[in-house]
Every structure is written in C-alpha cells, then in structure tokens.
C-alpha cells in the first residue's frame, strides 16, 4: 500500500508570494491532517479535514487555509508568505475514528 | 495544560545498550500516546502505541511503560542499534467529539547510538 505522498518537496518563495501544497493521502483514509514542523516551536497541528470538511483548526493566522477533495487528496496553501512560515509542512492521513496518523515525508518550504 | 514533556533532549547510547526516552502530560483526558520516529528528510513515522488501560506494551526491541498515576510514560529500546539513531516524539492527544485525535507532540529526543 502506498503511503501518503506530498507534493512537491522542496519550495523556495519570497516574502508576499503566496503557495499550495498537496498531500495524496493513503488509499481508504479519509481524514487528512496537517502539521507544520521547525526547530522553535516543534510539530504544530494547522487542521484536519474529513470527508470535504474542515473538522479542526489549530492556531494558525486565517493565511493557512486548506480544502480536500472527494477523492480525499487535501491541498494546504499560505498566502501572504512571511519569514517565519518558513518549515517543513507535513500531512498525515488516517481512516478516522481515532486510528493512527501516519505522516508524509513533507514539503520543505523556504521563504527569502 | 496541553503540553507534553519530553527528556532529554539528546541522548548518546552505546550499541546494544537501552535508551530511555521520558515524557510527562497534565491533560487527564488524554486517552492515546504514540511514538514517532523521524529520520533526516523523512516525516514522522509511528513506532508504537499506548492507551491508559495498559500499563506496558512492547513491539520487539521497543516497550512503552505508561503510569497513570505521575502521568507519565517512556519508551525503552532495548539493544540499540547504530539503525535506531534518530530523532523521537513522543505525543499525546485525546478522542475529540469529531473523531479526531488531535496529536500534541513533545520536542524531540535526538538519539545517537554510537558503533
């Protein structure tokens, strides 16, 4: 089985620019979460979607936005990109009903 | 009250030696406490897992012990291995009402096993 793919897994962007990413998760897992990860502030959780709708939030500026797909493929994108959204984003899927997140490899994004 | 404490943050073990990793919650209604391990350019990758009715769970070279009462939990990996040198998280989260569980990660233990 094929595990949870995002795409693409390097990005550099500048100050202002704004960005999509895109998490494919693992075949029948229907919640997709995303968490940002850096060496400050460790792995955060942005929010979770299940079945097209976003379930959770965390605390995150309205900049971070997300949406899924009917075939449970999630994009996440940031506008308005500062220094400091500069992480490795990551997504992890789940079947739902509490069961184990598995994550991604990420997507490194930088911001000059 | 969300945080999870993690120690220590490096750890330098001899081959075939244990590594213990510790992390203590305040969150009483937190009911699930994976591992991850996280190699260099790759994600977290779930290493093993606890509920509270339990108070130890082993998966070959790696034991969870769990104590309820200090809120407390650990990972012991037994036989280190030169292989095992990585980063570990230890996480905690709870059953929201959305059936989701909401992953609140301690800051990493960065292991290195030495040949």
């Known amino acids: 089985k094929a595990g949870v793919t995002q795409t693409p897994r390097y990005l550099i962007k500048t100050r202002g620019q704004q960005v999509t990413l895109s998490c494919s998760p693992i075949s029948g897992h229907r919640s997709v979460s995303w968490y940002q990860q850096t060496p400050g502030q460790g792995l955060q959780f942005l929010f979770e979607y299940f079945s097209e709708t976003q379930r959770n939030k965390g605390n995150f500026p309205g900049r971070f936005s997300g949406r899924q797909f009917s075939n449970s493929r999630s994009e996440m994108n940031v506008s308005t990109l500062e220094l400091g959204d500069s992480a490795l984003y990551l997504c992890?899927?789940?079947?739902?009903?509490?069961?184990?997140?598995?994550f991604g490899d990420g997507t490194r994004l930088s911001i000059l | 009250q969300q945080q999870v404490k993690q120690s220590p943050q490096s750890l330098i073990v001899q081959k075939g030696g244990i590594s213990i990793i510790n992390c203590a919650y305040e969150?009483?209604?937190?009911?699930?406490f994976p591992w991850y391990q996280q190699f260099p350019g790759k994600g977290p990758a779930l290493l093993i897992a606890i509920r509270p009715d339990v108070s130890e769970k082993k998966e070959g070279r790696f034991t969870i012990s769990f104590n309820k009462s200090a809120k407390q939990f650990s990972l012991h990996i037994m036989d280190s291995q030169p292989g095992d040198s990585a980063t570990y998280f230890c996480a905690a989260s709870s059953l929201m009402n959305t059936g989701f569980q909401k992953l609140v990660f301690g800051t990493g233990t960065r292991l290195l096993v030495s040949p």
């Open positions: 969150n009483t209604a937190f009911d699930y």
């Open positions: 992890a899927s789940s079947p739902g009903g509490g069961s184990a997140q598995h």
